[in-house]
């Protein structure tokens, strides 16, 4: 592996959030490896305050969706909707001032992990299935070549037993989509 490789998988955790805050790879760990849902809230609170809140992310935001996504198919299940909902959170919001290629960088990390989200979708607990849509809808509304995957994956997850609402949503997200 040549260096220039080499540093493309290096996580930077220098990288600044929110009201300068540095967030630590422990920060992440403890949301990864939560054992119960006051510790999942408590991690996810310190998260989501430096990589951004009212829809602006900040650059700490990559190295936390980069190791979100390398450990979320092993995390508990306790932290997994919280670790879901926070990828959600990012994929949702907008570059910070200071790094306005940002948001695009997060949705293509959040895009090559698209077959996580669509299995999960098919056959994770019904109730994150809106966590799932969430982040298929935005990767389908930012890509036009993946749109038409996402639509045909929230139409094929119709046909689960889920909650009206969740139903509800999946039709306005693949309507928003067409």
């Known amino acids: ?55 602006v992310i900040y650059p700490c935001a990559l190295s936390v969706i980069k190791t979100i996504l390398a450990a979320l198919p092993g995390c508990t299940g306790i932290a997994r909707e919280k670790c879901l909902d926070l990828l959600g959170d990012i994929a949702g919001s907008e570059s910070g001032p200071s790094s306005p290629n940002l948001h695009r960088d997060c949705l293509l990390e959040l895009r090559q992990a698209t077959w996580y989200f669509i299995y999960g979708l098919q056959l994770d607990d019904v109730k994150l299935a809106s966590l799932y849509v969430d982040i298929l809808g935005v990767l389908g509304a930012n890509f036009d070549d993946f749109r038409p995957t996402a639509r045909k994956y929230l139409e094929l997850s119709l046909t689960r037993r889920l909650p009206e609402y969740d139903i509800a949503m999946i039709k306005n997200t693949i309507a928003e989509l067409n």
């Open 1 to 55: 592996m040549n260096i220039k490789t080499w540093e493309m998988l290096t996580l930077d955790w220098s990288q600044k959030g929110d009201h300068g805050i540095v967030l630590s790879p422990s920060a992440v760990a403890n949301l990864i490896h939560s054992k119960n849902l006051e510790q999942a809230y408590l991690a996810y609170d310190d998260i989501s305050e430096a990589t951004g809140i009212n829809k």
